[in-house]
């Protein structure tokens, strides 16, 4: 049985099954849980959590837009299929012109986003790229021209900043150059290094350096890398060993996802000459499901095509992840993905088709696509049970575990996508926020020849804006509806979609009721988060508590080099103070913010010690004396504990983060990790996200 509660602050979902009862707090992201003992027992430990939720102060999320490097250019609408549902405009025969791609790349690297480290490119929106692949390859050779790794005299303000990246390189390897006093001569010498095959053998690698896979991939293969990847590995591998010193020049990536009607020799190499290991490939489900809706142009059936190519696609050593369109004549997610599980691809990701085409979901169709829904998250429920992941693998990064993923990691959805984050070029070079708004002049966000590009709409888009969802139990762990779909129905993007508004609620019903499932059989919801695909710390846990008894925490913020700096200065500082102190370093990155030439972070430091620290010695060192500091409860100062040492340690704590500025937002300190964002690991520093015990 689910019941909504209505509080003054916020708004509760309350699952109740045969062996349990749990409450869902759309406000803190808690999960409360309670074995069922009677029904008064139940009623009355209902009462108790909802006045306990009733003291937590309300919580306002607060969108942080991510940098705009995605940029996807749609220069063609020329496709081989004419898919019913398709949101192109098919009376419209534009061919890709490498002239005007030229212009956008120049834009996007020169004037709109110069600054960044990494591009992602998309080249297909509404046609099929892979058509035309003779052009997406040039305009391929030209990113590289723009983006290619080195070293240019414009990257060094002086003789002296270029001869400081010179002494990172080995003495042997500059035996031959002499010419130090000119600034040309000394960068175009370092520029030629990153052509050696064999740079990498020059230098010390650090002892547990990370490499992203690909990276650690070309390692094992510098000998037969093009000039681009050679130059690019060389360039990022001087990064990782020289944080403090080596320029981050920018990168980019290319994302293609194809109908899968093409395939040759050719169209392998490409792929996986820009670094891709998997192809997104779209199919339907069946051929009874998948022709009905995806002809060619002259509607000959198109799924055996397709079908025969992702066996090609595999046999020829790539992945194959499946992009599926849910259709109101064949709503059933479950018998899909088993046949896509079949076919032996590796992913699946199944979307319902947009509003306003004879394919969509209305209020009657709908109901049978939750009842399929429901049929999936019981078969989910059942393998799970037994051990079997094979189910769950496929369809991990599906949207049909995104609540899921929300609930156990208190994660919080401000809106629905990435709108005005993407960045959308038309053949006119105009500017768009979204894909499906090509065309609509209202939505132009400006163009190539711009000075400025605007947000559009930007002020109505998160969930505590949008009226029918401001209210909504589930709106953090839904984000709100498509703006498409929202326009489809009534010309506002800000209205939801009623049908799929009511799809994504039945949709987090069922996620809540997954969860108590798995609560009800003893399964370890950490271990489940990782199984799809959530990147947990080891420190975080759901059923025990991270104590500190004594430690010291301070702020630091500057370049890594700096961060261990600081933490060097207090080690030895307690050493001379005879204050015994434990080897492990909590670090928690806040953020990581990119300059022209290094990487600042912004990092809290606790260093455990055996005994309490005194305040003279904290003064000194500019650092807070904590004690009892119980992680677990109190980290989030919102702590249900009636633990009094936790209740004091938690105004010790609001102080201190009051103090260092620590974002609590959605009770999580942010997450940071060396590995990722450093390059290397060490033994004595451990990253963590620390966050409010989440099933009480």
Known sequence: MIIEKDLEKTKVLISKEEKSTLLFDQNSGNLFYELNDSEDSVDGW??????????????????????????????????????????????????????????????????????????????????ESLIELNKIKEIKQYIDERTMPGFSVRDFKSLESALRYLSCF?????????????????????????????????FPVPDGMILLEWEANQLKNLQNLDFYSLREFNLRFLEAVFPETILRKPHYAFSICTNGTVFSKEVVDFLKEIKLDSICVSLDGPS???????????????????????????????????????????????????????????????????????????????????????????????????????????????????????????????????????????????????????????????????????????????????PGCKDCWCKYLCGGTCYYNSFVNSEDISVPDPVECKLKQGLQVLSVKFVQRLLDSGIDLLEFGKKIGLEFNDGICFDRKFYVEHGVIFSVRGSLTKVELEIRKIFEALRKSNLDFEEDIFISVLNVSETKSNKILETVVLIATKHAVDEDFCRRMDCKNLDSFDFGKVISCESLSDDKSAENAREMLLSTVERYKIPVSGNVWYKGSLECFLGYQTKKMQMFVQRMQNVF
């Open 170 to 202: 080995p003495r042997v390897l500059l035996e031959d150059f002499s010419d130090s006093d000119n600034l040309d001569a000394v960068v175009k010498k370092m520029d030629s290094l990153l052509n050696l095959r064999n740079l990498v053998s020059f």
């Open 288 to 466: 009874c499901v998948h022709n009905l809706h995806r002809p060619f142009n002259d509607n000959k059936a198109s799924h055996a095509v397709v079908v025969e190519n992702i066996r090609k696609f595999m046999n020829a050593g790539l992945k194959v992840s499946i992009a599926a369109v849910l259709t109101s004549d064949y709503p059933y997610p479950l018998k899909l993905t088993e046949y896509f599980r079949e076919l032996g691809v590796s992913a699946v990701s199944l979307t319902p088709v947009r509003a306003g085409t004879d394919a969509s979901f209305d209020e009657v169709s709908v109901e049978r696509l939750l009842d399929g829904y429901k049929n999936l998250f019981e078969r989910f429920f059942v393998d799970v049970v037994a051990g079997d992941y094979s189910l769950v693998d496929l369809l991990k990064d599906d949207s049909v575990f995104l609540g899921v993923k929300l609930i156990l990691s208190k994660g919080r959805l401000a809106k629905r996508c990435k709108w005005n984050e993407n960045t959308i070029f038309d053949d006119n070079g105009d500017i768009y926020p979204c894909d499906y708004f090509i065309g609509m002049s209202k939505f132009i966000r400006g163009n190539i020849r711009s000075k400025e590009v605007k947000d559009v709409c930007e002020g109505v888009l998160s969930v505590d804006e949008r």
């Open 46 to 127: 209902i009462e108790s959590v909802l006045a306990k939720i009733e003291q937590i102060p309300p919580k306002q999320s607060v969108f942080v837009k991510t940098d705009d490097n995605v940029f996807k250019i749609n220069l063609s609408t020329l496709c081989n299929l004419n898919c019913d549902y398709c949101f192109r405009d098919k009376k419209s025969h534009i061919r890709t012109e490498l002239a005007k791609a030229k212009k956008i790349i120049d834009f996007i690297i020169d004037d709109y986003a110069p600054h960044i480290w990494f591009y992602s490119f998309s080249v297909n929106l509404t046609s």
